[in-house]
């Protein structure tokens, strides 16, 4: 049987935009035999602008372009008038992929992006958290009644599978507990601050290797852990939350000397996201610094590790941990979102 080629939109040329490329560009064979699906990027667009291939961009030529520091503005199908939104319709594209920037502020252009393609029945694997902190129910809402997918396993843990496991695995039970390391680059840091290293050297380091953003604001201040937490909470807990319900607090108040001292405790400090079931079914959401049993689950994720724990009444605790210190699982994420849209 031939395999079913699906014109895809790819929104975001980053870190993620080009490993989702890459993985195209290795992995075709294996996705064409075993899953009989071809997925077409031929709607490209970061933030120069948008270009429309109706054959089809080669994704290994692409990503190959913007690694050489092109933009999408410079490509021969570069279209200077148009607009994504305007072209999702008319282009005949199938599913619209978002790894644009996070923006909270206005969700663009994520948010109005998913708001376009849902309305139009097109499926959507995003990976900007931004659309579901701002507006989870709304974009549910429109999944629903245009009955298009909505996926976005990426948006937590990268290629850790929580959303998956929580919406798939724990059928019927009640979560009394969920907690978790959700942010890599601030784990690193302290791992890194607990041997010895600085806190700017560890950001460097971090921002090197293309976790940390050039702004690592959102990591180190706690609000990327915050996003995530919100995002479990709607789609795992089934607790519509907002983010200003979030209690913040970041690492850039904590001292080498502090985690040293510590340290020599059999402790050290996480940035831990919890969500704790009140009595009336609401859940306490926190993301702060907190002292950890060095030997405990989440106390001995170190490094590049991100982990999470489920206590259930059902399920009883679950432990879940991945070690990803680049942005290639969270781009095959992405691709396992897409195809088990397109499967189901």
């Not at 008319?90 to 948010?111: K, Q, Y």
Request: charge should be negative.
């Amino acid at each position: 049987m031939e395999p079913i080629t699906i014109p895809c939109a790819l929104i975001g040329l980053g870190h993620v935009g080009r490993s989702f490329l890459r993985i195209l560009e290795t992995k075709a064979p294996v996705l064409a035999a075993r899953y009989g699906l071809v997925f077409l990027p031929i709607l490209v667009a970061d933030s120069s602008g948008v270009a429309l291939r109706p054959q089809g961009f080669e994704p290994g030529t692409l990503r190959a372009h913007k690694e050489a520091g092109g933009r999408v503005a410079d490509l021969a199908e570069y279209l200077p008038n148009a607009s994504v939104a305007e072209l999702l319709e008319s282009s005949g594209c199938r599913l619209l992929l978002d790894a644009s920037p996070v923006n909270l502020e206005t969700g663009e252009p994520g948010l109005p992006l998913a708001r376009r393609a849902l309305s139009l029945g097109i499926p959507c694997v995003l990976a900007n958290k931004a659309p579901l902190v701002l507006a989870f129910q709304e974009l549910e809402q429109l999944a629903q009644e245009h009955a298009a997918g909505l996926a976005f396993s990426a948006t937590v843990c990268g290629a850790l599978p929580v959303i998956n496991i929580g919406q798939r695995d724990l059928i019927g039970g009640e979560i009394a507990l969920f907690q978790g390391i959700l942010n890599s680059t601030t784990n690193f840091i302290l791992t890194e601050m607990t041997l010895g290293r600085s806190y700017a050297e560890a950001l460097a380091e971090a921002q090197r290797r293309g976790i940390a953003e050039a702004d690592p604001t959102l990591d180190v201040e706690g609000w990327d852990a915050a996003n995530k937490l919100v995002i479990v909470a709607n789609a795992v807990l089934g607790y519509p939350a907002r983010l200003e319900e979030v209690s913040v607090e970041g690492i850039t108040g904590l001292t080498p000397e502090h985690l040293d001292l510590l340290s020599g405790e059999g402790k050290v400090i996480k940035l831990l996201a919890s969500a704790q079931r009140r009595e009336d079914g609401s859940y306490r959401l926190q993301v702060a610094p907190t002292e950890l049993p060095l030997f405990s689950f989440l106390g001995g994720c170190a490094g590049w590790e991100m982990g999470v724990e489920f206590h259930s009444d059902l399920y009883g605790r679950m432990y879940h941990k991945i070690w990803e210190r680049d942005p290639l699982p969270t781009a095959a994420a992405m691709l396992r979102d897409a195809v088990n849209l397109w499967r189901g």
